[in-house]
Protein backbone atom coordinates (compact mmCIF):
# COMPACT_ATOMS: atom_id res chain seq x y z
CA UNK A 1 0.00 0.00 0.00
CA UNK A 2 1.20 3.23 -1.00
CA UNK A 3 0.29 6.85 0.09
CA UNK A 4 -2.46 6.55 2.81
CA UNK A 5 -3.65 9.80 1.91
CA UNK A 6 -3.47 10.52 -1.15
CA UNK A 7 -5.36 6.82 -1.65
CA UNK A 8 -8.28 8.40 0.77
CA UNK A 9 -8.51 11.66 -1.30
CA UNK A 10 -8.74 9.67 -4.64
CA UNK A 11 -11.31 6.99 -3.52
CA UNK A 12 -13.71 9.62 -1.89
CA UNK A 13 -13.21 12.02 -4.52
CA UNK A 14 -14.85 8.59 -6.89
CA UNK A 15 -17.30 7.75 -4.18
CA UNK A 16 -18.39 11.95 -4.36
CA UNK A 17 -18.80 11.40 -7.97
CA UNK A 18 -20.68 8.28 -8.07
CA UNK A 19 -23.07 9.44 -5.33
CA UNK A 20 -24.00 12.33 -7.26
CA UNK A 21 -24.56 10.23 -10.37
CA UNK A 22 -27.07 7.69 -8.55
CA UNK A 23 -28.82 10.82 -6.30
CA UNK A 24 -30.84 12.55 -8.85
CA UNK A 25 -33.00 9.19 -9.78
CA UNK A 26 -33.49 8.21 -6.13
CA UNK A 27 -35.05 11.58 -5.34
CA UNK A 28 -37.04 11.66 -8.18
CA UNK A 29 -38.51 8.32 -6.78
CA UNK A 30 -38.61 9.70 -3.28
CA UNK A 31 -40.97 12.63 -4.00
CA UNK A 32 -42.76 10.38 -7.04
CA UNK A 33 -46.46 9.54 -6.08
CA UNK A 34 -46.95 6.78 -8.66
CA UNK A 35 -46.21 3.11 -7.30
CA UNK A 36 -46.86 -0.16 -8.39
CA UNK A 37 -48.95 -2.78 -6.48
CA UNK A 38 -47.06 -5.22 -4.56
CA UNK A 39 -49.13 -7.65 -6.34
CA UNK A 40 -48.55 -6.37 -9.88
CA UNK A 41 -44.82 -6.81 -9.06
CA UNK A 42 -45.69 -10.82 -8.06
CA UNK A 43 -47.43 -10.95 -11.34
CA UNK A 44 -43.98 -9.64 -13.20
CA UNK A 45 -41.76 -12.17 -11.16
CA UNK A 46 -44.21 -15.34 -11.99
CA UNK A 47 -43.69 -14.14 -15.86
CA UNK A 48 -39.71 -13.19 -15.23
CA UNK A 49 -39.39 -16.84 -13.80
CA UNK A 50 -41.03 -18.63 -16.57
CA UNK A 51 -38.94 -16.66 -19.26
CA UNK A 52 -35.61 -17.68 -17.54
CA UNK A 53 -36.52 -21.64 -17.51
CA UNK A 54 -37.87 -21.32 -21.03
CA UNK A 55 -34.96 -19.84 -22.19
CA UNK A 56 -32.01 -21.00 -20.18
CA UNK A 57 -33.90 -24.87 -19.22
CA UNK A 58 -31.62 -26.86 -20.78
CA UNK A 59 -28.12 -25.42 -19.22
CA UNK A 60 -30.40 -26.05 -15.87
CA UNK A 61 -31.84 -29.52 -16.22
CA UNK A 62 -28.63 -30.61 -17.10
CA UNK A 63 -26.67 -28.87 -14.28
CA UNK A 64 -25.58 -30.92 -11.42
CA UNK A 65 -25.83 -29.50 -7.97
CA UNK A 66 -24.61 -30.92 -4.21
CA UNK A 67 -27.35 -32.27 -2.48
CA UNK A 68 -28.17 -28.86 -0.47
CA UNK A 69 -28.34 -27.06 -3.72
CA UNK A 70 -30.61 -29.57 -5.38
CA UNK A 71 -32.61 -29.21 -2.29
CA UNK A 72 -32.91 -25.13 -2.27
CA UNK A 73 -33.70 -25.20 -5.63
CA UNK A 74 -36.94 -27.79 -5.43
CA UNK A 75 -39.92 -26.38 -5.45
CA UNK A 76 -38.33 -22.56 -5.66
CA UNK A 77 -40.62 -20.18 -6.69
CA UNK A 78 -38.86 -16.49 -7.38
CA UNK A 79 -42.40 -14.69 -5.26
CA UNK A 80 -42.00 -16.27 -2.58
CA UNK A 81 -38.60 -14.26 -2.23
CA UNK A 82 -39.69 -11.21 -3.63
CA UNK A 83 -39.73 -7.85 -1.20
CA UNK A 84 -40.54 -4.62 -1.41
CA UNK A 85 -37.50 -1.67 -0.88
CA UNK A 86 -38.20 -0.53 2.41
CA UNK A 87 -38.42 3.46 1.77
CA UNK A 88 -38.69 4.16 5.69
CA UNK A 89 -35.32 5.72 7.51
CA UNK A 90 -34.42 2.74 10.03
CA UNK A 91 -31.74 1.16 11.85
CA UNK A 92 -31.39 -0.95 8.88
CA UNK A 93 -30.77 1.92 6.21
CA UNK A 94 -26.82 3.10 8.05
CA UNK A 95 -25.83 -1.06 7.94
CA UNK A 96 -27.05 -1.02 4.31
CA UNK A 97 -25.57 2.13 3.55
CA UNK A 98 -21.89 0.81 4.67
CA UNK A 99 -22.56 -1.97 2.81
CA UNK A 100 -23.09 -0.03 -0.52
CA UNK A 101 -20.45 2.40 -0.29
CA UNK A 102 -17.57 -0.26 0.67
CA UNK A 103 -19.66 -2.70 -2.77
CA UNK A 104 -19.04 0.35 -4.60
CA UNK A 105 -15.48 1.24 -3.74
CA UNK A 106 -14.56 -2.22 -5.02
CA UNK A 107 -16.60 -1.73 -8.26
CA UNK A 108 -16.69 1.22 -9.35
CA UNK A 109 -13.02 2.35 -7.44
CA UNK A 110 -11.35 -0.53 -8.79
CA UNK A 111 -8.67 1.02 -10.27
CA UNK A 112 -7.88 3.12 -7.75
CA UNK A 113 -7.43 0.34 -4.98
CA UNK A 114 -5.09 -1.05 -7.80
CA UNK A 115 -3.19 2.42 -8.11
CA UNK A 116 -2.44 2.15 -4.74
CA UNK A 117 -1.89 -1.23 -4.15
CA UNK A 118 -5.19 -1.07 -1.43
CA UNK A 119 -6.39 -4.55 -0.46
CA UNK A 120 -9.69 -4.01 1.49
CA UNK A 121 -12.51 -5.92 2.24
CA UNK A 122 -12.74 -8.30 5.80
CA UNK A 123 -9.52 -9.91 6.21
CA UNK A 124 -7.52 -7.73 4.05
CA UNK A 125 -4.21 -6.46 4.60
CA UNK A 126 -5.53 -2.74 4.63
CA UNK A 127 -9.09 -3.02 5.87
CA UNK A 128 -8.83 -0.60 8.28
CA UNK A 129 -7.81 2.05 5.71
CA UNK A 130 -10.54 0.89 3.52
CA UNK A 131 -12.98 1.15 6.65
CA UNK A 132 -11.66 4.60 7.24
CA UNK A 133 -12.64 6.14 3.61
CA UNK A 134 -15.70 4.22 3.53
CA UNK A 135 -16.39 5.89 6.99
CA UNK A 136 -15.40 9.12 5.80
CA UNK A 137 -17.81 8.76 2.64
CA UNK A 138 -20.61 8.24 4.76
CA UNK A 139 -19.88 11.09 7.30
CA UNK A 140 -19.60 13.66 4.09
CA UNK A 141 -22.84 12.02 2.52
CA UNK A 142 -24.65 10.49 4.59
CA UNK A 143 -28.01 11.98 3.70
CA UNK A 144 -27.84 11.40 0.49
CA UNK A 145 -27.12 7.76 0.65
CA UNK A 146 -30.05 7.46 2.97
CA UNK A 147 -32.13 8.88 0.16
CA UNK A 148 -30.21 5.82 -2.41
CA UNK A 149 -30.12 3.30 -0.13
CA UNK A 150 -34.56 4.02 0.23
CA UNK A 151 -34.81 4.53 -3.40
CA UNK A 152 -32.26 2.68 -5.02
CA UNK A 153 -34.24 0.50 -7.98
CA UNK A 154 -33.27 -3.19 -6.00
CA UNK A 155 -31.19 -5.97 -5.04
CA UNK A 156 -30.83 -9.00 -3.74
CA UNK A 157 -28.62 -10.29 -0.28
CA UNK A 158 -29.00 -13.74 0.98
CA UNK A 159 -31.38 -14.97 -1.57
CA UNK A 160 -33.74 -12.36 -1.22
CA UNK A 161 -34.63 -10.14 -4.46
CA UNK A 162 -35.58 -6.44 -2.63
CA UNK A 163 -38.14 -4.25 -5.49
CA UNK A 164 -38.15 -0.99 -5.71
CA UNK A 165 -42.17 -0.12 -5.93
CA UNK A 166 -41.95 3.51 -7.00
CA UNK A 167 -42.07 4.98 -10.49
CA UNK A 168 -40.30 8.12 -11.89
CA UNK A 169 -41.05 9.71 -15.12
CA UNK A 170 -38.17 9.41 -17.67
CA UNK A 171 -38.57 13.44 -18.82
CA UNK A 172 -40.21 16.03 -17.23
CA UNK A 173 -44.09 16.36 -18.15
CA UNK A 174 -44.45 12.44 -19.04
CA UNK A 175 -47.87 11.13 -18.72
CA UNK A 176 -48.78 8.70 -15.53
CA UNK A 177 -49.44 6.11 -18.27
CA UNK A 178 -46.01 6.29 -19.64
CA UNK A 179 -43.77 6.39 -16.93
CA UNK A 180 -46.42 2.89 -15.69
CA UNK A 181 -45.49 1.42 -18.58
CA UNK A 182 -41.78 2.13 -18.24
CA UNK A 183 -41.77 1.14 -14.80
CA UNK A 184 -43.30 -2.20 -15.42
CA UNK A 185 -40.60 -3.27 -18.21
CA UNK A 186 -37.80 -2.11 -15.82
CA UNK A 187 -39.29 -4.18 -13.18
CA UNK A 188 -40.28 -6.78 -15.36
CA UNK A 189 -36.03 -6.37 -16.05
CA UNK A 190 -34.86 -6.62 -12.75
CA UNK A 191 -37.00 -9.64 -11.51
CA UNK A 192 -35.38 -11.81 -14.64
CA UNK A 193 -32.01 -10.71 -12.98
CA UNK A 194 -33.56 -11.65 -9.86
CA UNK A 195 -33.95 -14.99 -10.56
CA UNK A 196 -30.77 -15.48 -12.58
CA UNK A 197 -29.17 -14.70 -9.15
CA UNK A 198 -31.38 -17.59 -8.08
CA UNK A 199 -30.43 -20.17 -10.72
CA UNK A 200 -26.52 -19.47 -10.45
CA UNK A 201 -24.76 -22.72 -9.94
CA UNK A 202 -22.76 -22.62 -6.66
CA UNK A 203 -19.75 -23.78 -8.16
CA UNK A 204 -19.76 -20.40 -10.55
CA UNK A 205 -20.49 -18.56 -7.63
CA UNK A 206 -17.63 -19.79 -5.93
CA UNK A 207 -15.22 -19.84 -8.18
CA UNK A 208 -15.51 -15.98 -9.29
CA UNK A 209 -15.48 -14.95 -5.27
CA UNK A 210 -12.14 -13.89 -5.20
CA UNK A 211 -11.99 -12.17 -8.57
CA UNK A 212 -15.17 -9.42 -8.18
CA UNK A 213 -12.57 -6.63 -8.44
CA UNK A 214 -11.91 -7.79 -11.87
CA UNK A 215 -15.21 -7.57 -13.06
CA UNK A 216 -15.48 -11.30 -13.08
CA UNK A 217 -18.34 -11.76 -10.93
CA UNK A 218 -21.70 -12.82 -10.96
CA UNK A 219 -23.36 -9.85 -11.28
CA UNK A 220 -21.69 -8.99 -14.22
CA UNK A 221 -23.09 -12.58 -15.53
CA UNK A 222 -26.64 -12.32 -14.31
CA UNK A 223 -26.80 -8.91 -16.02
CA UNK A 224 -25.27 -10.12 -19.16
CA UNK A 225 -27.85 -12.70 -19.21
CA UNK A 226 -30.34 -10.63 -18.49
CA UNK A 227 -29.47 -8.48 -21.42
CA UNK A 228 -29.94 -11.31 -23.54
CA UNK A 229 -33.29 -12.06 -22.33
CA UNK A 230 -34.26 -8.90 -22.51
CA UNK A 231 -33.39 -7.90 -25.60
CA UNK A 232 -35.24 -11.13 -26.93
CA UNK A 233 -38.85 -11.05 -25.14
CA UNK A 234 -38.62 -6.71 -26.33
CA UNK A 235 -38.19 -8.08 -29.53
CA UNK A 236 -40.95 -10.61 -29.20
CA UNK A 237 -43.28 -8.19 -27.99
CA UNK A 238 -43.52 -6.99 -30.81
CA UNK A 239 -45.60 -8.61 -32.58
CA UNK A 240 -46.34 -10.65 -29.43
CA UNK A 241 -49.90 -8.76 -27.81
CA UNK A 242 -50.41 -11.52 -25.38
CA UNK A 243 -46.75 -10.80 -23.46
CA UNK A 244 -46.94 -7.23 -24.00
CA UNK A 245 -50.16 -6.95 -21.81
CA UNK A 246 -48.53 -9.18 -19.45
CA UNK A 247 -45.55 -6.92 -18.72
CA UNK A 248 -47.09 -3.72 -19.10
CA UNK A 249 -50.21 -4.47 -17.84
CA UNK A 250 -52.56 -2.76 -20.78
CA UNK A 251 -53.24 -3.55 -24.19
CA UNK A 252 -51.57 -0.85 -26.39
CA UNK A 253 -49.54 -0.56 -29.51
CA UNK A 254 -45.69 -1.42 -29.03
CA UNK A 255 -43.18 1.26 -27.91
CA UNK A 256 -39.89 0.76 -27.45
CA UNK A 257 -39.42 -0.29 -23.62
CA UNK A 258 -36.63 1.45 -21.89
CA UNK A 259 -33.15 -0.39 -22.52
CA UNK A 260 -31.62 -1.86 -19.39
CA UNK A 261 -27.84 0.25 -18.38
CA UNK A 262 -27.32 -1.43 -14.84
CA UNK A 263 -23.73 -3.02 -14.12
CA UNK A 264 -22.07 -1.38 -17.66
CA UNK A 265 -18.35 -2.00 -16.27
CA UNK A 266 -18.58 -5.44 -15.41
CA UNK A 267 -20.82 -6.60 -18.55
CA UNK A 268 -18.21 -5.17 -20.41
CA UNK A 269 -15.51 -7.61 -18.75
CA UNK A 270 -18.48 -10.33 -19.28
CA UNK A 271 -17.66 -9.35 -23.11
CA UNK A 272 -14.02 -9.07 -23.08
CA UNK A 273 -14.33 -13.28 -21.59
CA UNK A 274 -16.82 -14.02 -24.76
CA UNK A 275 -14.23 -12.22 -27.27
CA UNK A 276 -12.04 -14.02 -26.02
CA UNK A 277 -13.21 -17.23 -26.41
CA UNK A 278 -13.94 -16.06 -29.77
CA UNK A 279 -17.50 -15.16 -29.49
CA UNK A 280 -18.50 -18.73 -28.04
CA UNK A 281 -21.33 -17.68 -26.06
CA UNK A 282 -22.21 -21.11 -24.94
CA UNK A 283 -18.98 -21.15 -23.11
CA UNK A 284 -20.37 -18.17 -20.80
CA UNK A 285 -23.44 -20.68 -19.88
CA UNK A 286 -22.19 -23.76 -19.51
CA UNK A 287 -20.00 -22.32 -16.68
CA UNK A 288 -22.85 -20.04 -15.39
CA UNK A 289 -25.61 -22.10 -15.41
CA UNK A 290 -23.75 -25.61 -14.74
CA UNK A 291 -21.02 -24.70 -12.89
CA UNK A 292 -18.56 -25.30 -15.64
CA UNK A 293 -16.22 -22.70 -15.07
CA UNK A 294 -13.02 -24.27 -16.55
CA UNK A 295 -14.93 -23.31 -19.51
CA UNK A 296 -14.14 -19.95 -19.03
CA UNK A 297 -10.60 -20.69 -17.64
CA UNK A 298 -11.02 -21.52 -14.07
CA UNK A 299 -11.32 -24.61 -11.75
CA UNK A 300 -11.72 -28.28 -13.67
CA UNK A 301 -14.51 -30.90 -13.47
CA UNK A 302 -13.94 -34.49 -14.24
CA UNK A 303 -16.70 -37.73 -13.71
CA UNK A 304 -15.33 -37.50 -10.08
CA UNK A 305 -16.56 -34.39 -8.98
CA UNK A 306 -19.68 -34.64 -11.12
CA UNK A 307 -20.32 -38.17 -8.64
CA UNK A 308 -18.92 -36.61 -5.42
CA UNK A 309 -22.31 -33.87 -6.40
CA UNK A 310 -24.92 -35.86 -7.92
CA UNK A 311 -24.45 -39.04 -5.82
CA UNK A 312 -24.43 -38.75 -1.54
CA UNK A 313 -20.92 -39.81 0.33
CA UNK A 314 -21.89 -40.73 3.74
CA UNK A 315 -24.38 -43.08 5.68
CA UNK A 316 -25.79 -42.50 9.61
CA UNK A 317 -27.13 -45.65 10.35
CA UNK A 318 -28.70 -47.58 13.33
CA UNK A 319 -29.28 -51.43 14.47
CA UNK A 320 -30.64 -52.74 17.44
CA UNK A 321 -30.02 -56.71 17.52
CA UNK A 322 -30.32 -58.94 20.47
CA UNK A 323 -28.26 -61.91 21.05
CA UNK A 324 -28.05 -65.55 21.06
CA UNK A 325 -27.53 -65.63 24.81
CA UNK A 326 -30.51 -62.42 25.32
CA UNK A 327 -28.17 -59.59 25.31
CA UNK A 328 -29.00 -56.41 23.68
CA UNK A 329 -26.84 -54.90 21.13
CA UNK A 330 -27.03 -51.23 19.76
CA UNK A 331 -24.98 -49.95 17.11
CA UNK A 332 -25.00 -46.16 15.73
CA UNK A 333 -22.89 -46.20 12.47
CA UNK A 334 -20.84 -43.92 10.65
CA UNK A 335 -19.70 -44.41 7.16
CA UNK A 336 -17.71 -42.61 4.20
CA UNK A 337 -17.72 -43.55 0.71
CA UNK A 338 -14.24 -44.27 0.00
CA UNK A 339 -14.41 -45.66 -4.08
CA UNK A 340 -17.61 -46.39 -6.10
CA UNK A 341 -19.56 -43.27 -4.87
CA UNK A 342 -21.56 -43.67 -7.94
CA UNK A 343 -21.25 -47.27 -8.84
CA UNK A 344 -23.85 -50.14 -7.12
CA UNK A 345 -20.87 -51.70 -5.43
CA UNK A 346 -19.37 -49.32 -2.65
CA UNK A 347 -16.82 -49.36 -0.33
CA UNK A 348 -17.28 -47.25 3.27
CA UNK A 349 -14.69 -46.60 5.92
CA UNK A 350 -16.47 -45.12 9.17
CA UNK A 351 -16.94 -45.45 12.38
CA UNK A 352 -19.02 -47.47 14.92
CA UNK A 353 -20.50 -46.75 18.63
CA UNK A 354 -21.79 -49.94 20.27
CA UNK A 355 -23.93 -50.59 23.66
CA UNK A 356 -23.73 -54.06 25.27
CA UNK A 357 -26.35 -54.98 28.43
CA UNK A 358 -24.22 -57.68 29.53
CA UNK A 359 -21.90 -55.49 31.76
CA UNK A 360 -22.70 -52.40 30.25
CA UNK A 361 -20.53 -51.91 27.56
CA UNK A 362 -19.62 -49.36 25.50
CA UNK A 363 -17.50 -49.72 22.29
CA UNK A 364 -16.40 -47.74 19.89
CA UNK A 365 -14.14 -48.77 16.58
CA UNK A 366 -13.68 -48.30 13.39
CA UNK A 367 -15.51 -49.60 10.40
CA UNK A 368 -14.98 -51.07 6.91
CA UNK A 369 -18.23 -52.14 4.63
CA UNK A 370 -18.77 -53.05 0.80
CA UNK A 371 -22.35 -52.66 -0.06
CA UNK A 372 -23.70 -53.42 -3.00
CA UNK A 373 -27.43 -52.09 -4.69
CA UNK A 374 -29.88 -52.77 -6.87
CA UNK A 375 -32.69 -49.52 -6.91
CA UNK A 376 -34.92 -51.18 -4.37
CA UNK A 377 -32.71 -53.40 -2.51
CA UNK A 378 -29.56 -53.47 -1.20
CA UNK A 379 -26.70 -55.80 0.71
CA UNK A 380 -23.72 -54.72 3.24
CA UNK A 381 -21.31 -56.55 4.44
CA UNK A 382 -18.67 -54.99 7.49
CA UNK A 383 -16.29 -55.53 9.87
CA UNK A 384 -15.95 -53.43 13.03
CA UNK A 385 -12.53 -53.58 15.23
CA UNK A 386 -12.71 -51.77 18.76
CA UNK A 387 -12.36 -51.46 21.82
CA UNK A 388 -14.98 -51.30 24.79
CA UNK A 389 -15.09 -51.03 28.28
CA UNK A 390 -17.95 -50.95 31.48
CA UNK A 391 -18.19 -47.80 32.81
CA UNK A 392 -18.79 -49.00 36.21
CA UNK A 393 -16.16 -50.78 36.46
CA UNK A 394 -12.07 -50.15 36.73
CA UNK A 395 -11.20 -49.62 33.07
CA UNK A 396 -7.86 -51.84 32.84
CA UNK A 397 -10.01 -54.97 33.87
CA UNK A 398 -12.65 -54.06 31.90
CA UNK A 399 -11.27 -52.80 28.38
CA UNK A 400 -11.63 -54.93 25.85
CA UNK A 401 -10.54 -55.62 22.43
CA UNK A 402 -13.44 -56.74 20.47
CA UNK A 403 -13.84 -57.94 16.05
CA UNK A 404 -17.58 -57.48 14.97
CA UNK A 405 -18.21 -58.96 11.59
CA UNK A 406 -21.29 -58.67 10.10
CA UNK A 407 -24.08 -58.71 7.14
CA UNK A 408 -27.08 -56.68 6.51
CA UNK A 409 -29.88 -56.65 3.92
CA UNK A 410 -33.17 -55.16 3.39
CA UNK A 411 -34.94 -52.13 1.28
CA UNK A 412 -33.97 -48.94 0.02
CA UNK A 413 -36.29 -46.63 -0.37
CA UNK A 414 -34.80 -42.65 -1.74
CA UNK A 415 -31.58 -42.32 0.67
CA UNK A 416 -33.12 -44.36 3.24
CA UNK A 417 -32.20 -48.01 4.11
CA UNK A 418 -33.92 -50.34 6.14
CA UNK A 419 -32.80 -54.34 6.53
CA UNK A 420 -32.68 -57.07 8.89
CA UNK A 421 -28.81 -58.43 9.94
CA UNK A 422 -26.35 -60.01 11.92
CA UNK A 423 -23.69 -59.44 13.88
CA UNK A 424 -20.92 -61.79 15.02
CA UNK A 425 -19.49 -60.62 18.54
CA UNK A 426 -15.61 -61.30 18.64
CA UNK A 427 -13.92 -61.00 21.96
CA UNK A 428 -10.33 -60.55 21.05
CA UNK A 429 -8.60 -59.66 24.07
CA UNK A 430 -8.80 -58.35 27.33
CA UNK A 431 -11.92 -57.92 29.98
CA UNK A 432 -13.59 -60.30 32.33
CA UNK A 433 -12.57 -64.08 31.04
CA UNK A 434 -16.17 -65.07 31.98
CA UNK A 435 -17.56 -62.40 29.40
CA UNK A 436 -15.16 -63.15 26.57
CA UNK A 437 -17.52 -65.60 24.55
CA UNK A 438 -18.20 -65.43 20.59
CA UNK A 439 -22.06 -64.58 20.69
CA UNK A 440 -24.44 -64.15 17.44
CA UNK A 441 -26.48 -61.33 17.15
CA UNK A 442 -29.53 -60.32 15.17
CA UNK A 443 -31.84 -57.40 14.45
CA UNK A 444 -33.28 -54.47 12.46
CA UNK A 445 -31.37 -51.87 10.96
CA UNK A 446 -32.05 -48.35 9.34
CA UNK A 447 -29.73 -45.74 7.64
CA UNK A 448 -30.04 -42.92 5.15
CA UNK A 449 -27.64 -42.12 2.89
CA UNK A 450 -26.24 -37.93 2.32
Known sequence: ????????????????????????????????????????????????????KESYGDYLRAAVHAPRERQRREGYQLRQHIHLVPTTLTAQ????????????????????????HVIGGRGGRDERLFNDVRDRV????????????RFHGGMEAGGEAYIQARLAPSQPGEDPQTTRRAGRWKTFGTTIHEMLHAVTHEDFARGVSGLERSGIAVEGFSEYFTR??????????????????????????????????????????????????????????????????????????????????????HRLGAAALLTTDGDGLLRLDYGHVLLGRAGALQLHLGGTMTYLTQGERLGLGGTVALQYSWPDVYVRGAVTAGG??????????????????????GVRVGVVRIGVGTTLLIPVAGGPI???VVRLAAGVGASFDF
Open 388 to 409: SASPGQPFTSSVRLDLMPGVEA
Open 228 to 313: LLYARLTDRARSDATLRTAVEGASGSFREPPARRAYESLVAKVEEIRDILGGNEENLKVAYFMGRIEYIGLGGWNETEAARRRYPG
Open 138 to 149: LRERRNDIRIII
Open 434 to 436: DQR
Open 93 to 116: TDAAARDWVASRMGNAGGDVLERF
Open 1 to 52: MTDPVGFSDAMAARMHDYVDRALPHAQALESSNLALAEGEILSLADLAERSV
